[in-house]
């Protein structure tokens, strides 16, 4: 009998991976992460999701495993955050925790512990194909996790099993009622990866100093002071506090763009002015997942998870750094954030968006 360790989170979904895989005839057992231990304002959630995947591994008789990966979370995701939002732009700290943390140190330890393969309860899917295994959208369109899975290793990959791919988020909730696992009502986790959800800007004020500077116009008024430019992302609305200041119609203020130089804050009003929207991006070296396309036309993107996918034309650059032409203009596109590259279903990779290019 084959071993598979599954990430065991404590939620309904990773619960159904582990019992989706016993009814399989592996031999599974659970992994429980602690992944942040940092907890003066009480907002993580981790001791009560270890009791919840202990009772989660009663239910199913099945070994339950404890690993805290705390240290490396802070030196290859968290460091990695804090230096994005200090330069001003906007980091996504689930990809890099997927890479780094459960498809890099969480695999290396379930392969210590003798597992022939790695289990999550991700909605996306590992299938073979010609060249080696391949990352597909899950199922379920409103729960497809691949953006968040895309720059995870080819190798890692291929040792990987996501047993819910193929399920709707409504199905999964229904086999754990019936099998009567006690998580099956347990409302998802919508916080930061291993963060919790807590009140962002606060938080991340714990890490970094406030810098003011000007909040301007698109022509250059002086409008109010803002915080700091990492307090702040593209397209943001609420925390402005400047209303409808110099003259202008009362329409609400926007973040367009950051002058790292001279710290200032750049907004325009109204949610479909041009400065918001961006024609290209220009990309980190590509992760691909999957040869890259013959041809520059036939492929889409996503600049922003659960976006839905937006047709585009490739341009690649040295390096491994592609131009990415969006067919139409995209609001809010954010330095800092991925584009990831789809046909159709399958996952080809993904880059870090660098620049913005607008028309």
Known sequence: MSRVIVGLSGGVDSAVAALLLKAQG????GLFMSNWEDDADGYC??????????????????????ASFAAEYRERVFAHFLSEHRAGRTPNPD???????????????AERLGAEAFATGHYARVVSGPAGPELRKGHDAA?????????IGRAELARTVMPIGMMEKSAVRAVARAAGLPVYDKPDSTGICFIGERPFREFLARFLPEQPGPIESSRGERLGTHRGLAFYTLGQRAGLNIGGRAGGA?????????????NALIVVQGRDHPLLYSTAVITGAIHWLAPPPHSP???????????????????PLPG?????????????????????LYRDDLCLGGAVIETLESA
């Open 143 to 151: 729960k497809d996790q691949s953006y968040f899975l895309h720059a």
């Open 297 to 315: 036309e036939g492929c889409s993107v996503k600049v922003r998870y659960r976006q839905p996918d937006q047709p585009a034309r490739l341009e």
């Open 45 to 66: 959630t981790a001791a009560q999701d270890f009791q919840d995947a202990r009772a989660v591994a009663r239910e199913l008789g099945i070994p339950l495993h404890r």
């Open 250 to 262: 009362q329409l609400p203020w926007y973040v367009a763009a950051k002058d790292a130089r001279r």
């Open 320 to 340: 491994g750094r592609m131009r990415i032409h969006f067919e139409r203009p995209l609001r809010a596109v954010t330095p800092g954030q991925f584009a990831v």
């Open 26 to 29: 592996w031999e599974v057992h």
């Open 95 to 109: 990809v890099l925790c997927n890479r780094e943390i459960k498809f890099g140190v969480a695999l290396r330890y």
